[in-house]
């Protein structure tokens, strides 16, 4: 019963687009407020409890920060070139980011 319990909470995750700075990208996950519930109050979770839980993505993120006002949002991040599957760093694929962050921020700042 619990682990169908859980998966029926899993389908109701919300994932938010990504977003990024010239180190990390980031996002944000909102999980159901009664999953939420059952959480770790005052840590951090490691990637095999967020993973427990029904939260879905791909290698590298980290849960990196708590949000106390809205505990049933998970913040992630992981450094830019991370290749998604390995979750590894790939020089190639950070250089990519960091060019495309600098790129878009210039672009915005001259409009």
Known sequence: FLHFHIFRMASRIEYSEKYQDDSFEYRHVI?????AKTLPKARLLSEQEWRGIGVQQSRGWGHYAIHRPEPHI???RRPLGTDPVTGKIDNE???QAKDEYLTNLNDNIHK
């Open 93 to 95: 694929l950070e250089r």
């Open 31 to 35: 999980l159901p407020k009664e999953l």
């Open 74 to 76: 998970l913040l992630f």
